[in-house]
């Protein structure tokens, strides 16, 4: 039984991720519509699995649809934790309300979910890992700073999706105000191309593990595909770690759905 990915959208603009088995499929957030959320789910045959819906943070690029979707799936689940349910707008069934706390460990069908905290401007941000069959995806975007606990997540992954979502030049002399400049650069922000490269130095220098690695949640004003892939590629290049060794680099898109990912 195989452990596989899939990315809908990953950005600045909405987000929403598929992890799947055999026999169980979740969605991780739903910032985007429910049209184009049930597309990929139909184009993957996950609908009649999908067991779970684990919010993030309640951020609009991360929550948008997921009212609509709980109706459309009454027998879906819905997991948040209790700072994100406090703040997120959107209602579902009580039957569907799950609440989660960072480090505790729980199963979705033959799915083992691992919450972790994150640092970002949101009441209670969480990230992702999902274990089956020996196999691990960790899902970490929407944070300013890198911890020990994500890296320990990290580390253990075959699938990382890791947050690159801004070129700090292109930011700092973009059109964002100052202010909004300042909480993406900060601790509570976004992992810049070159925080998510250095990142990626310190993962290889942990661990030997061969893994695959996807750029996420692009900025669709301060970045751009070939941006972040290059600068994470030198990065790594001047550790003297280098891109197919030990490590594969996608870019997920901030528009279009991913090719499947199958471990």
Same mark, same amino acid.
């Given at each position: 039984?195989?452990?596989?990915?899939?990315?809908?959208?990953?950005?600045?603009?909405?987000?929403?991720?598929?992890?799947?088995?055999?026999?169980?499929?979740?969605?991780?957030?739903?910032?985007?519509?429910?049209?184009?959320?049930?597309?990929?789910? &139909?184009?993957?045959?996950? &609908?009649?699995?999908?067991?779970?819906?684990?919010?993030?943070?309640?951020?609009?690029?991360?929550?948008?649809?997921?009212?609509?979707?709980?109706?459309?799936?009454?027998?879906?689940?819905?997991?948040?934790?209790?700072?994100?349910?406090?703040?997120?707008?959107?209602?579902?069934?009580?039957?569907?309300?799950?609440?989660?706390?960072?480090?505790?460990?729980?199963?979705?069908?033959?799915?083992?979910?691992?919450?972790?905290?994150?640092?970002?401007?949101?009441?209670?941000?969480?990230?992702?890992?999902?274990?089956?069959?020996?196999?691990?995806?960790?899902?970490?975007?929407?944070?300013?700073?890198?911890?020990?606990?994500?890296?320990?997540?990290?580390?253990?992954?075959?699938?990382?999706?890791?947050?690159?979502?801004?070129?700090?030049?292109?930011?700092?002399?973009?059109?964002?105000?100052?202010?909004?400049?300042?909480?993406?650069?900060?601790?509570?922000?976004?992992?810049?191309? &070159?925080?998510?490269?250095?990142?990626?130095?310190?993962?290889?220098?942990?661990?030997?593990?061969?893994?695959?690695?996807?750029?996420?949640?692009?900025?669709? &004003?301060?970045?751009?595909?070939?941006?972040?892939?290059?600068?994470?590629?030198?990065?790594?290049?001047?550790?003297?770690?280098?891109?197919?060794?030990?490590?594969?680099?996608?870019?997920?898109?901030?528009?279009?759905?991913?090719?499947?990912?199958?471990?």
């Amino acid at each position: 039984m195989k452990l596989r990915f899939c990315s809908l959208a990953s950005g600045s603009s909405g987000n929403c991720y598929v992890v799947q088995t055999d026999s169980t499929a979740v969605l991780v957030d739903a910032g985007i519509s429910g049209k184009k959320i049930r597309e990929g789910l &139909e184009r993957m045959g996950a &609908e009649e699995t999908m067991q779970g819906l684990l919010i993030t943070h309640e951020h609009s690029d991360h929550v948008k649809s997921v009212s609509t979707l709980a109706k459309r799936l009454p027998r879906m689940a819905v997991y948040a934790t209790q700072g994100t349910w406090s703040h997120m707008e959107h209602t579902v069934a009580q039957e569907q309300h799950q609440v989660l706390k960072d480090g505790q460990v729980f199963t979705i069908g033959d799915l083992e979910v691992r919450p972790f905290a994150l640092s970002h401007d949101a009441a209670e941000p969480v990230g992702y890992s999902f274990l089956h069959g020996g196999k691990q995806i960790t899902i970490v975007t929407d944070t300013g700073c890198w911890t020990e606990e994500m890296k320990h997540q990290a580390e253990g992954a075959d699938v990382l999706i890791l947050e690159a979502n801004h070129d700090v030049d292109m930011l700092r002399i973009g059109r964002y105000p100052w202010f909004l400049k300042q909480r993406i650069l900060g601790d509570c922000g976004h992992l810049s191309n &070159e925080t998510a490269g250095k990142c990626l130095v310190e993962l290889l220098e942990r661990s030997e593990k061969q893994r695959q690695v996807y750029l996420a949640h692009l900025s669709r &004003e301060n970045n751009f595909p070939e941006m972040a892939y290059q600068t994470v590629k030198n990065i790594l290049e001047d550790a003297d770690y280098y891109i197919g060794d030990r490590i594969q680099l996608g870019i997920l898109s901030r528009d279009c759905i991913s090719g499947m990912c199958e471990l």
